[in-house]
């Protein structure tokens, strides 16, 4: 039977997701919310030119999002109403980390053509280094990248050896704590450290006081390109490895190896690689950082690379797979 034949001017077609980064930076959903489904009340509220606005809403309405309910009023009906959600708005919103991403994206045939991200050749630094000059937009993109952007973390962590061995814990690259506040919650007895940049950890203070672990957790700004706190017995790498290519991937992995407390330190990977067997097309981080999602196979050779030895993979409850290592 002969395969559906695709659109290409349907996919081709840039209208419909930039009209969404637009209303959504616009926060044309709040408004009317709000109580404002008029078009000149819209537009006065977003301090926006109302027949634009009205063209960009009505070619939404046609796409499914919105609906005008009488000419030049319009209402939110269920996909719209997702944009009220902060975990959408913040991959969407213009002004943060989804504006970075959304622009990224012209820089995709540099990415091919090279294999190296062009990010630069937009924003005029590499993303962290740009990130780093713009602490607002960096503090959206650990917003996102905190519970909102990747899901509730991962409490129930199983290890191949199970946690009783475990008194310390190392959140390498963690961001602003919220895995490692956590386990530290599920595991009275745990101490732990949460290391990343200074400006990121600085921000962490009131997700450890929440779970009421701010007492058990020291913070420690720095790159994790730098020797790590040394002696923990676990160092956990969550989402971070598939963010980097592999010299600097196994970079990261030798400063865990360096740090793992001798004869039973362990460093646990968790959401950054796959089962063999399967297949990842293009993600975002390819085109903002050069990043990688490996496969088992593909990650030990980097492991054995920064004097790791895997010993066991196993898919957690969250559906991620955690990938566990010892110091060879």
Same mark, same amino acid.
């Given at each position: 039977?002969?395969?559906?034949?695709?659109?290409?001017?349907?996919?081709?077609?840039?209208?419909?997701?930039?009209?969404?980064?637009?209303?959504?930076?616009?926060?044309?959903?709040?408004?009317?919310?709000?109580?404002?489904?008029?078009?000149?009340?819209?537009?006065?509220?977003?301090?926006?030119?109302?027949?634009?606005?009205?063209?960009?809403?009505?070619?939404?309405?046609?796409?499914?999002?919105?609906?005008?309910?009488? /000419?030049?009023?319009?209402?939110?009906?269920?996909?719209?109403?997702?944009?009220?959600?902060?975990?959408?708005?913040?991959?969407?919103?213009?002004?943060?980390?989804?504006?970075?991403?959304?622009?990224?994206?012209?820089?995709?045939?540099?990415?091919?053509?090279?294999?190296?991200?062009?990010?630069?050749?937009?924003?005029?630094?590499?993303?962290?280094?740009?990130?780093?000059?713009?602490?607002?937009?960096?503090?959206?993109?650990?917003?996102?990248?905190?519970?909102?952007?990747?899901?509730?973390?991962? /409490?129930?962590?199983?290890?191949?050896?199970?946690?009783?061995?475990?008194?310390?814990?190392?959140?390498?690259?963690?961001?602003?704590?919220?895995?490692?506040?956590?386990?530290?919650?599920?595991? /009275?007895?745990?101490?732990?450290?949460?290391?990343?940049?200074?400006?990121?950890?600085?921000?962490?203070?009131?997700?450890?006081?929440?779970?009421?672990?701010?007492?058990?957790?020291?913070?420690?700004?720095?790159?994790?390109?730098?020797?790590?706190?040394?002696?923990?017995?676990?160092?956990?790498?969550?989402?971070?490895?598939?963010?980097?290519?592999?010299?600097?991937?196994?970079?990261?992995?030798?400063?865990?190896?360096?740090?793992?407390?001798?004869?039973?330190?362990?460093?646990?990977?968790?959401?950054?690689?796959?089962?063999?067997?399967?297949?990842?097309?293009?993600?975002?981080?390819?085109?903002?950082?050069?990043?990688?999602?490996?496969?088992?196979?593909?990650?030990?050779?980097?492991?054995?690379?920064?004097?790791?030895?895997?010993?066991?993979?196993?898919?957690?409850?969250?559906?991620?797979?955690?990938?566990?290592?010892?110091?060879?």
């Amino acid at each position: 039977m002969a395969s559906e034949r695709a659109e290409l001017g349907a996919l081709s077609d840039l209208r419909t997701p930039w009209c969404l980064h637009v209303v959504a930076t616009l926060r044309i959903a709040e408004h009317i919310a709000a109580g404002k489904p008029g078009i000149e009340e819209l537009a006065g509220a977003a301090a926006c030119d109302a027949q634009a606005l009205q063209a960009v809403l009505r070619h939404l309405v046609g796409k499914g999002v919105f609906q005008e309910t009488a /000419p030049g009023r319009f209402a939110l009906n269920e996909t719209a109403e997702r944009l009220l959600d902060p975990v959408e708005r913040l991959g969407l919103d213009l002004e943060g980390i989804g504006g970075r991403m959304a622009h990224a994206w012209s820089t995709l045939p540099t990415y091919v053509r090279t294999g190296a991200p062009g990010y630069h050749e937009v924003f005029g630094l590499p993303f962290w280094d740009d990130l780093a000059a713009h602490p607002e937009v960096a503090a959206t993109f650990d917003e996102l990248m905190g519970p909102a952007g990747h899901g509730a973390p991962d /409490p129930e962590l199983r290890l191949a050896d199970g946690w009783a061995s475990v008194r310390t814990v190392v959140d390498v690259g963690g961001g602003t704590g919220a895995m490692l506040a956590e386990l530290l919650r599920a595991r /009275p007895g745990i101490r732990g450290t949460l290391v990343d940049l200074p400006g990121t950890v600085a921000r962490s203070s009131a997700t450890f006081e929440a779970a009421g672990v701010a007492d058990r957790v020291a913070t420690v700004g720095q790159s994790f390109f730098d020797p790590l706190p040394a002696g923990a017995d676990l160092y956990l790498l969550r989402k971070v490895i598939n963010d980097w290519p592999d010299r600097e991937a196994a970079a990261i992995l030798s400063r865990c190896a360096e740090a793992a407390r001798p004869g039973g330190g362990r460093v646990v990977v968790l959401g950054s690689v796959s089962p063999d067997g399967e297949t990842s097309g293009l993600m975002v981080e390819m085109v903002l950082v050069g990043g990688k999602h490996r496969s088992v196979a593909e990650f030990r050779e980097l492991a054995h690379e920064a004097g790791l030895n895997v010993v066991a993979a196993e898919r957690q409850a969250s559906g991620h797979l955690a990938v566990e290592c010892k110091v060879t």
